[in-house]
């Protein structure tokens, strides 16, 4: 019988772990701060950035949320950015990609101080994971590592392969399961969109991560029998039958794939739920650091 990865299941042991661990801070005087700063008036990060604001108020960590327009000029944003690194009370500083496009991405990702940095997307936090130096990692790649080790999914000795290369999810799952390290020594294939035979590959893996952002992209023929499917797309697709006119589906066509399976995430309902906890365990960790310098 396949086994259906639960998120939500998971996300909730990780939150109650945090619980005492943000508890253990307020006794000496912390409450973890997140300040998230977004430009502009994109719905779905502004989704993302009200769900975040809710977990930190469920958790009792200090949360600011910045908003700013998008005519905002990439200097006064960098300013924002240095005056909040130099704040005492903010412990993790996260901007809301995308940005508008008069502003420099990696400007903004390299100015937000390594120690502050909860989405673990400056270059030194990369550079950390590829060593294999203890960090803050990716919110998405921390909780899809989260999700195989707590369903007792071993990756030791294993071959995952990464469909996607992005620097918010596949470059960093890849060289996270790469390490010699529990829950990791892994060998990994990362595949992508100039990968030629693409299904060639997909079918020798083990583990299969699809982060490619496409609907359904994974199919069935596309699987090895027993395999394990972690499917991190989250996609809009129109249906008219939906109450907002569209529905969520991931990159793997989960109905048709789930049978050939050992375990598989659902989409929403697997990967997603992870990757907010898993940011506020890096904001907690970032308050746990600045109390012990």
């Not at 993790?92 to 420099?104: A, E, R, T, W, Y």
């Not at 101080?113 to 790649?141: W, Y």
């Not at 992005?166 to 799952?173: D, E, M």
């Not at 907002?244 to 789930?258: E, H, I, N, P, S």
């Amino acid at each position: 019988m396949t086994l259906i990865i639960d998120g939500k299941r998971i996300a909730a042991e990780v939150k109650d772990e945090l619980v005492d661990r943000i508890a253990a801070l307020k006794q000496g005087g912390v409450v973890p701060g997140l300040a998230v700063i977004i430009v502009g008036e994109n719905p779905a990060s502004r989704s993302y950035v009200r769900m975040k604001g809710r977990m930190c108020a469920d958790l009792g960590l200090n949360s600011w949320t910045h908003e700013l327009p998008a005519s905002i000029s990439e200097e006064d944003l960098l300013d924002m950015i240095d005056r909040l690194n130099r704040d005492p009370a903010v412990h993790g500083i996260l901007c809301q990609l995308p940005v508008p496009d008069h502003i420099d991405e990696n400007k903004v990702i390299s100015a937000i101080d390594p120690e502050k940095d909860v989405d673990g997307f400056h270059p030194v936090s990369m550079g950390r994971i590829l060593i294999g130096d203890p960090g803050f990692r990716p919110a998405t790649p921390a909780g899809i590592q989260e999700l195989l080790v707590r369903s007792g999914i071993e990756t030791s000795g294993k071959h995952v392969v990464v469909v996607g290369r992005s620097n918010i999810v596949g470059k960093p799952i890849a060289a996270m399961l790469v390490q010699k390290a529990s829950g990791a020594n892994a060998t990994v294939t990362i595949c992508h969109s100039r990968t030629r035979d693409l299904p060639s590959f997909t079918r020798q893996a083990d583990i299969l991560i699809a982060a490619i952002g496409r609907p359904h992209f994974i199919t069935a023929d596309m699987v090895k029998e027993g395999a394990v499917v972690i499917d991190v797309g989250t996609n809009r697709v129109d249906d008219p039958t939906a109450k907002r006119g569209y529905r969520l589906t991931g990159d793997v066509d989960f109905d048709a794939v789930k049978g050939r399976c050992k375990a598989i995430t659902p989409s929403p309902g697997g990967v997603g739920p992870m990757t907010i906890i898993m940011l506020m365990s890096n904001t907690v960790l970032a308050a746990e650091r600045a109390r012990s310098k």
